[in-house]
């Protein structure tokens, strides 16, 4: 059974950093594309970044430049570094493993 769990989130202020972490269990990590996706209040999920099994990295419009994926294929983990946050980043931020699985989100909030 694949598991998703994530952690990292909270209350930061605009310009701050926070890095959310996702542990994977249940499958061989190492070959599938993780993602990061999140849903604000009111809006539809998004995917805001994504890596594939050989480290390559794409993300959306609105984080290029201020956030870093990466992942860490021995611990089964992979990482969202989250850098000059604003108030538009806060949503609930969910990890995901090749377009099918979904962890329970944790939450980001961005504001002063």
């Known amino acids: 059974q694949v598991r998703l769990v994530e952690s990292g989130g909270g209350l930061v202020q605009p310009g701050g950093s926070l890095r959310l972490s996702c542990v994977a269990s249940?499958?061989?990590?190492?070959?599938?594309?993780m993602g990061w996706y999140r849903q604000a209040p009111g809006k539809q999920r998004e995917l805001v970044a994504t890596?594939?099994?050989?480290?390559?990295?794409n993300y959306a419009d609105s984080v290029k430049g201020r956030f870093t994926i990466s992942r860490d294929n021995v611990k089964n983990t992979v990482y969202l570094q989250m850098n000059s946050l604003k108030p538009d980043d806060t949503a609930v931020y969910y990890c995901?493993?090749?377009?099918?699985?979904w962890g329970q989100g944790t939450q980001v909030t961005v504001s002063s």
């Open positions: 995901n493993r090749d377009g099918s699985y």
């Open positions: 890596i594939t099994n050989t480290g390559h990295a």
């Open positions: 249940g499958s061989i990590f190492a070959i599938y594309v």
